[in-house]
Structures are given as C-alpha cells and as structure tokens.
C-alpha cells in the first residue's frame, strides 16, 4: 500500500504535543482512564492531530477517547457494510472474511456479518 502511496508512515517527535498525548494514553492516563497499547495510542494520536478516522475493533480502550476527542472511529462492520453497499463484496463474502477475522481470534462484537448489520441497521 505504501508503494502505491494508498498509505504513508507517520510519525511524531519525542517531547510533542502528540509525544505528550501517546505516552499520556500508554503509561500515565488520567484519573479514570486506563492505560491502552501502543498501537490503539498511535492510531488515537494521529487521528486526533490530522483530523481523521481512528479503525479500530477495540471498542473497549478506545471509545471512551473517542468520544472524547470527537474522533471519527470505523470499524471492520462499518468498511464490510459499506463494500456492500457499493457492490464490491457480497454479504456472503462479507459473512466469509468476518468468519476468517473470528477464526484467527478478532473480536469483532458480532458472531456474522448477518449479525452485525441487523444490529447496525
């Protein structure tokens, strides 16, 4: 993807503000915050210092920053739901990667896609 530059490395410099904010989410949260992974911490930074749209499954570490940063978050459902609806996938084959994501131990919230798009009507 990054040879088609369809997705470029980002990164931020020790002791920024986006520095500042990482290690705050990954060692040293506020008051009623729990520490979340490095990698969730980076996508949240960077989403929030761009202005753009945190993907994620992990609704558990990070919604609470979601809503309080006012992110945009996607989920796996959300990128299937929309390829169907632009006919690129199926429900089927959407049902088919949610059942490879599950098999390889995601957690998607969800035991089908059927599942999730009835909930997410």
Not at 58 to 67: A, G, M, T
Not at 86 to 105: F, G, P, Q
């Amino acid at each position: 993807m990054i040879a088609k530059e369809q997705a470029r490395v980002e990164s931020f410099d020790v002791g920024s503000e986006m520095f500042e904010l990482y290690i705050k989410l990954t060692a040293s949260p506020d008051p009623g915050h729990t520490v979340i992974g490095p990698g969730e911490a980076a996508g949240i930074v960077l989403a929030k210092a761009q202005n753009g749209i945190l993907a994620s499954n992990n609704l558990r570490d990070v919604k609470r920053y979601v809503d309080e940063y006012g992110l945009k978050l996607v989920t796996t459902g959300d990128i299937l739901k929309e390829a169907c609806e632009r006919k690129l996938l199926t429900e089927s084959e959407a049902d088919s990667i949610w059942h490879d994501m599950l098999n390889k131990r995601r957690r998607l919230g969800y035991k089908t896609f059927y599942e999730f798009l009835e909930a997410n009507q």
